[in-house]
């Protein structure tokens, strides 16, 4: 298994701003996934992270707005730039468990944006 | 594109009762399907999963049933416990294991 630890956990923050939330796993992982979950929606995914290149953006998502740095194999961000209120959400990191064939997941971080 | 339905919530029930959390999915090709569960100030865990038509997951006393004929994995319990309170997700994937399309959620709520 892999043990994901996201920080901040949870914040409050001004529109306009921007917050930088880490993922930290405890081995090394090919690839890293970051997800957004609104309030009463599904979690959709934003983005897939691998080392050593630029991230993979699903559609509705540009890396201006959610800029992502994976800088090596166990360590990634997610920037939520410019902020709005539509921005409250949480924001959940994600792995591959290549061994056991499943995703694993950070405790997420809860954004309040005002 | 894919897409998970799952019952809407809370649903609240009395200790031992029996539960059951409807999923629905679309999909083109044969997914995976998983039930994730997340307590309260944690993250997404694995419940269950199944990989093909007919296959049954199981895990802690829950099990889904893989439905390629209804296109349906619903999630059932015996007999819930207060420590079942939690919410549970319904996900799919057709792209390998770590890319998923996820349901809203459906939250339980397990009262003594």
């Known amino acids: 298994s892999a043990v994901i630890s996201q920080k901040p956990s949870r914040d409050i ?13 405890d081995s090394q992982v090919t690839m890293m996934f970051w997800y957004r979950q609104q309030p009463g929606q599904s979690l959709t995914l934003i983005a897939t992270a691998n080392q050593g290149s630029e991230a993979t953006y699903e559609s509705g998502f540009v890396i201006d707005k959610f800029p992502i740095s994976r800088p090596n194999l166990t360590f990634s961000t997610l920037t939520v730039s410019n902020m709005s209120p ?3 959400s949480i924001y959940l990191c994600s792995v591959d468990g290549t061994v056991t064939r499943e995703a694993f997941f950070g405790q997420g971080t809860r954004l309040t944006v005002v | 594109g894919d897409s ?3 019952m809407e919530g809370p649903v609240t ?8 959390i409807n999923c629905t999915y679309t999909a083109t090709g044969y997914p995976s399907l998983f039930w994730y569960v997340q307590y309260p100030g944690e993250g997404l865990q694995l419940l269950l999963k199944a990989t093909k038509a007919d296959d049954k997951g199981s895990n802690k006393g829950f099990e889904a049933t893989y439905r390629k004929e209804t296109t ?3 999630l059932e319990k015996g007999s ?12 799919l994937s057709d792209q390998g294991y770590s890319t998923l399309t996820f349901g809203k959620g459906t939250m339980l709520l397990v009262s003594p």
Do not use: K, M, P, W
């Open chain 2, 13 to 20: 029930l009395s200790e031992e009762a029996f539960l059951t």
């Open chain 2, 4 to 6: 998970v339905t799952q």
């Open chain 2, 72 to 74: 349906s994995f619903h």
């Open chain 1, 86 to 88: 539509e921005d409250s």
């Open chain 2, 80 to 91: 819930v416990q207060v420590s079942d309170s939690a919410v549970y997700f319904c996900a």
């Open chain 1, 13 to 25: 923050c001004q529109r306009g701003t921007s917050l930088t939330i880490q993922c930290q796993v």
